[in-house]
């Protein structure tokens, strides 16, 4: 149980464009799903905090406008790279958890992000 | 501001010895308390959660939590060379949407 998916896996693009990255908890419904970015060598960085249908918590330093994010459904969460530039190459990690009565995050495979 | 430390390593340990890995944390109202591994190029993977002051096992891992000395650790016995790997602590401070504040991590590599 608590398997949680991305999609895509990788992507490679180009600057200028923008690259959406899915996060889908399988076999539970997520209340709350967060985005992480890991640059390498580094630990994880909490970026936004989403919640189904309400405005994602954005951590400090991370721009809201470059980086959308929609979680429309209890199971699905979306996190919009806009005009991507080779600083943004990244490995992109979403997690969720259960609800009220957990606070265990389980986390998806990662995206790894590659502008050129 | 709410921090975790641990020791960035590489702990190195020989095959079938026991790996400890440490974790502080800075604030008193901190509830719950997990280990993530994490390997190169993936991503992390739950370990272990602990809740309450004392030891809790599962398998060849062990985490103690004391909380008035504001430390957690996880033990690792019988130490194979799969669990070499960066192992990661994370903590939540209550806030009411369970986010967790990791530690950089602590590289263990177990060698054969």
């Known amino acids: 149980g608590a398997v949680v998916s991305q999609h895509p896996s990788w992507v490679i693009c180009k600057s200028g464009t923008s690259v959406k990255i899915e996060c889908r908890s399988l076999?539970?419904?997520?209340?709350?799903m967060f985005w992480y970015r890991q640059f390498p060598k580094q630990s994880l960085m909490l970026m936004a905090t989403s919640n189904e249908g309400s405005k994602a918590t954005y951590e400090q330093g991370v721009e809201k406008d470059k980086f959308l994010i929609n979680h429309a459904s209890l199971t699905l969460s979306t996190l919009t790279v806009t005009s991507a530039h080779p600083e943004d190459s990244s490995f992109y990690i979403c997690?969720?958890?259960?609800?009220?009565?957990?606070?265990?995050?389980?986390f998806g495979p990662g995206t790894r992000l590659t502008v050129l | 501001q709410k921090e975790v430390e641990q020791n960035s390593g590489p702990l190195s340990v020989p095959e079938g010895a026991i790996a400890s890995l440490n974790c502080t944390y800075s604030?008193?109202?901190?509830?719950?308390f997990f280990w993530y591994r994490q390997y190169s190029g993936k991503s992390p993977e739950l370990i272990m959660s602990i809740y309450s002051n004392g030891d809790k096992e599962d398998g060849r891992f062990t985490a103690q939590l004391n909380k008035a000395s504001q430390y957690v650790s996880l033990l690792i016995r019988d130490s194979q060379p799969s669990d070499s790997a960066t192992y990661l602590c994370?903590?939540?401070?209550?806030?009411?949407?369970?986010?967790?504040?990791f530690g950089k991590g602590t590289k263990l590599s177990v060698k054969p």
């Open positions: 994370a903590v939540n401070y209550g806030g009411s949407q369970g986010n967790l504040i």
């Open positions: 076999d539970f419904q997520a209340t709350t």
């Open positions: 604030d008193r109202g901190s509830q719950s």
């Open positions: 997690s969720a958890h259960t609800g009220f009565s957990s606070d265990t995050q389980y």
